[in-house]
Every structure is written in structure tokens, then in C-alpha cells.
């Protein structure tokens, strides 16, 4: 126990429950927690590349001594404010640790007074408002990528603390966040497959937190909504968490010991506290409600949300929820134009969370060997090369017809793609325009990384045209609907691929073909059927 922000967020919990009465001996293990802090923060991460992570410690460390303030000895009292005093800072520049810093300048001005801490809170203010885009998601940076997770815990912050400020421009800020998470997220409660931190128990922890606290401040079928949203996050926590009542760092239903989609600055420890931390402050919120509400049932209603900033489309149907595009790729869990989520209704994610971050500082490496083919576009292989994959700092545009058609746009390693989606309740066409502007041994027109440890029996092939998965009351379909690429589809590792072989078209042009002539369309679909149909 202890590393980066274990300690802290462990006592932090310990005083929650504490505060509640449920947990007597809660009081004994954050008082140990906070001397075990004490000890340690001094010597930060010696020899390490990380910095110390003030932000997360001071703010738990300063909630934690407000709490149990009454209930510590003038002495241990005296040594915590000593400790708060001379807290130090980081110089951290992502949104969520610029609004940490800021909130624990405010929430330090009400223990001691130190100099900078009013101007601290107002330059971190002012960063966190313009990281906003127009949307509503705070970025990671201004300008920069998304992260859903960071996006989900930077509105969980100002949810929980900016009150000290009394400030009503950042209180809205943050519910028209909040909104955004309901946008994204699936039939089965699956929203964090954007950006880094995908799937992990930090943002469904925070995401929790942020849909009571968005359901205490509503009434009728908006609150319903919130409490719908929060009993989907619960379950999924629910359905993974151990016998020992710990939680696995990702819920991507690996061991904890494979560390499959982990980053070099994660731990099981870590992420635990952290989340025992917030989900009960969703407890404690939760019990202030006025009067009991039943979650919705009822299917998703279809709608359609197009994030043009970031080059992000989301449609929901009845059956299926599909998010596709791209902003930049800041991560090895970021690209251009791909599909990032097809979720299938009452079954899960048929496609999602592409790019398999491994153990690389922020996941900018791939974890898996075959991670760099995790993505739902179209792909091309050089020899000796690898695979040119969508990982691109050129963001993906958004286009609409009049029929409804979404386009999207995206030029990446000697590939520039327009993708073509056009949605119907139970069928999703993909057409799929690739342009070379140099050779390539392999053109992969379709890559769909199928998750087929969700489905049973495993997989049904057709090795000449159609890709098919049968779950439980529902077969999905993935087929080619032209005829003009001679390509089969082959299972790869666990993709599904489309592959065509154009070395031989290129070497049959003696001067550099036209861009009209390097054009070529590939169009496929997924249906979506009952079992049986």
C-alpha cells in the first residue's frame, strides 16, 4: 500500500465510512493511512520519471482531515496542519490535475492560510473552462485529445467541490459534461472506450459519482434517467469484482497478472482506493435522496449526436450503439476515422476500445502482439514496415447529406480514407473509399477486431464472403456487399479482416496512376438478426 495516491484515497474512504457511523474501526485505519502519508510524501518518488502526485494527495489528504478533524488528538491535529501547510505542488498540465490543484488551493484556505493558494484557484479555473470545447467534453488538454475517463473525473471534481467557490459558471460547465457521458454510453452501461483510460475502474468510479450527484439535483424521469445510468456502471463493477471484494484494474475481463491494457504508472492498489474513495461519496449522495425512483427499463430512444470538434459520430438505435471517428492520436488508444464502439443490445460490445495500450508511459505503445491491428478501418501493410494504421495527429471530419449519411474523413500513412456510414434499425452499412498514395504489399479494406470471447459459441465462418457471430437470441452478420474487390474474409487472431491484394494492380502502372485510378470502394454491412432470422 502507497503507491502514488493509494494511501490518501484509502484513508479518504475509511473517513467516508466513518462520517457515515457504519464502520467503527474505519477511524483507526485512516489515521494510519495519513501517518503512512506523512512518512513517505517526503522522499516523493526518488530515482523515478514520474512526478509526485501532489494533486491527488493533497486532496484527499485535506477532505480526509476536515472529516476527522473532531477526532483526532491536539497533537496528531497540529501535525496534520503542519503537513497541509507545507504541501507542494505539481506542475501537471492535464485538465484533471490542473481542477485537483485548484480545488485543493480552495479547500487548503479553509484549514490554513498560505499565500498563492487564491491566485492558485483562479489560473486553474480559468484552464479548466477553456479545456471545454463546444460540445461540452473537457479535454485533456486545450485543443488536445479526449479521454472519456478524464473527461467523466474533471466533472466529478467540480461536481464534489466547486460549491467552495460558490461558482455557478463552473457548476453549469459541468453539467453540460455530464450529459455527455449519458451520450456516449450504451444500452449495457459501456461509455469509456474513447482516449486513454479505457474501461478502467477509475472512470466508472467517477462516472458513478456523477450521475447521483446529477440525479439528486433532477426530478420525474430526468432523475430516473441518472439513477438508470448508475445501476449499469454499479453492475458492471459488480459482475467483475473479486471474491476478496477487490476490483480489477480494467474491466476488460483479463486477469489483473496479464496487466493487458495496462500503462507503466498503474496499480491495482491505486485504483482501488481511488474508487472505494468515490463510490462512497455516491453513497453518501445517494441517501439524500428525497424518495425512491425505479431505473428505466425502456429501450434506448434512437437519436444521433455529432461531435464535429473532436470528429466524433454517436448513433443509437433499439439495438445497437455506434461511435466512430477521431480526433488526433495523442495515444496508442486514439485514431482517426475508425470505429471506437458497436455495442449490440443485451449482448455488449461487438467492437470497442481499439489500440490496446500496453506498458508504455500513457499507453503510447502497443501491449498485444497484434494490438496495432486492433481497429476498425481500413489498414495497410509495407514489407518490412508493419501495418499503417489509423494512430494519426490529423483529426477525422464529419459530414452529413440530406439521406442521413455520415462521412468521414481521415489521411493517415499513405492512406486517405472517406468513410461512408449509413444506419438502419438493425443494419449499419459501411462503404469504405481508399486512396493510395503510395504502394503497399497489403490493403486491408475492413479490419473488425470482433470481441468474440463475449459470444457463444465462439465464431460461424464463411470463408468467402460473411463473417457471422450467434449469441443468445440474436445472430450479427459482418458481409461484403460488392463484388468489385476480390477479397474473403479471414479470422486474425481475434479480427476479422477483409484483406485484398493490390501489389500487383500498382506494379501494372508504369508512371503514378491518377488519383481517379488508385481509388478503391469497398462496401460491407453488419446486421443485426434474431437467432433463427
Not at 102 to 120: C, F, M, N, P, Q
Not at 332 to 340: K, V
Amino acid at each position: 500500500m502507497g503507491e502514488h495516491y493509494s494511501a490518501t484515497h484509502f484513508a479518504l474512504a475509511c473517513a467516508l465510512a466513518y462520517g457515515d457511523g457504519a464502520a467503527p474501526a474505519a477511524l483507526t485505519r485512516a489515521r494510519k493511512a495519513i501517518a503512512f502519508h506523512i512518512r513517505t510524501s517526503v522522499d516523493e518518488y526518488k530515482g523515478a520519471n514520474w512526478p509526485y502526485h501532489w494533486e491527488f494527495n493533497n486532496l484527499a489528504f485535506f477532505e480526509t482531515y476536515q472529516i476527522l478533524r473532531p477526532h483526532l488528538g491536539h497533537g496528531e491535529a497540529r501535525l496534520w496542519r503542519t503537513h497541509i501547510a507545507n504541501a507542494r505542488w505539481s506542475r501537471a498540465s492535464a485538465t484533471n490535475w490542473v481542477a485537483m490543484r485548484g480545488l485543493a488551493a480552495l479547500k487548503r484556505r479553509e484549514i490554513v492560510r498560505r499565500t498563492g493558494d487564491s491566485a492558485r484557484w483562479t489560473l486553474a479555473r480559468r484552464r479548466v473552462l477553456r479545456a471545454q470545447d463546444e460540445s461540452g467534453l473537457f479535454l485533456e488538454q486545450r485543443n488536445k485529445g479526449v479521454s472519456l475517463q478524464y473527461h467523466a473525473y474533471t466533472v466529478a471534481l467540480i461536481l464534489a467541490f466547486a460549491g467552495l467557490a460558490s461558482d455557478a459558471r463552473l457548476q453549469q460547465a459541468a453539467i453540460r459534461g455530464a450529459e455527455r457521458i449519458l451520450d456516449f454510453m450504451d444500452d449495457n452501461g459501456g461509455w469509456s472506450y474513447l482516449g486513454r483510460g479505457q474501461n478502467q475502474i477509475f472512470g466508472e468510479a467517477a462516472a458513478i459519482y456523477v450521475c447521483v450527484q446529477m440525479a439528486v439535483r433532477v426530478i420525474g424521469e430526468a432523475q430516473c434517467a441518472w439513477l438508470t445510468a448508475a445501476s449499469k456502471l454499479v453492475g458492471r463493477l459488480a459482475s467483475a469484482q473479486r471474491a476478496d471484494g477487490a476490483l480489477p484494474l480494467i474491466l476488460n475481463g483479463e486477469p489483473v497478472q496479464s496487466r493487458r491494457g495496462w500503462s507503466d504508472y498503474h496499480h491495482v492498489t491505486v485504483y482501488n482506493a481511488f474508487a472505494a474513495a468515490w463510490l462512497m461519496r455516491a453513497i453518501r449522495t445517494v441517501r439524500s435522496l428525497d424518495g425512491p425512483c425505479t431505473p428505466s427499463t425502456s429501450a434506448a430512444v434512437p437519436s444521433r449526436s455529432v461531435y464535429r470538434a473532436i470528429g466524433i459520430v454517436v448513433e443509437k438505435r433499439r439495438t445497437y450503439a455506434l461511435v466512430a471517428g477521431g480526433h488526433r492520436g495523442e495515444y496508442g488508444t486514439d485514431a482517426a476515422g475508425t470505429i471506437h464502439h458497436l455495442s449490440v443490445a443485451g449482448l455488449g460490445p461487438l467492437v470497442s476500445c481499439p489500440g490496446d495500450p500496453g506498458l508504455g508511459r500513457y499507453g503510447d505503445l502497443f501491449g498485444h502482439p497484434r494490438g496495432s491491428e486492433q481497429f476498425c478501418a481500413p489498414m495497410a501493410l509495407s514489407s518490412g514496415s508493419g501495418w499503417t494504421t489509423p494512430l494519426s495527429r490529423l483529426g477525422t471530419a464529419v459530414t452529413l447529406d440530406s439521406a442521413g449519411t455520415v462521412t468521414l474523413r481521415a489521411s493517415y500513412g499513405g492512406l486517405l480514407v472517406q468513410r461512408l456510414l449509413r444506419f438502419a434499425d438493425d443494419e449499419i452499412e459501411i462503404e469504405d473509399r481508399v486512396h493510395t498514395t503510395r504502394d503497399f504489399t497489403v490493403v486491408r479494406y475492413a479490419s473488425v477486431p470482433v470481441q468474440l470471447r463475449w459470444f457463444s459459441p465462439r465464431e460461424e465462418a464463411n470463408a468467402v464472403a460473411c463473417a457471422s457471430v450467434r449469441a443468445p437470441g440474436r445472430v450479427v452478420r459482418i458481409e461484403s456487399i460488392c463484388d468489385n474487390v476480390g477479397c474473403s474474409w479471414v479470422l486474425k487472431g481475434n479480427a476479422w479482416s477483409a484483406e485484398g491484394e493490390i501489389a500487383l494492380a500498382c506494379k501494372e502502372y508504369s508512371a503514378r496512376p491518377t488519383m481517379a485510378e488508385r481509388w478503391i470502394v469497398h462496401k460491407w454491412r453488419v446486421c443485426l438478426s434474431p437467432a433463427g432470422g
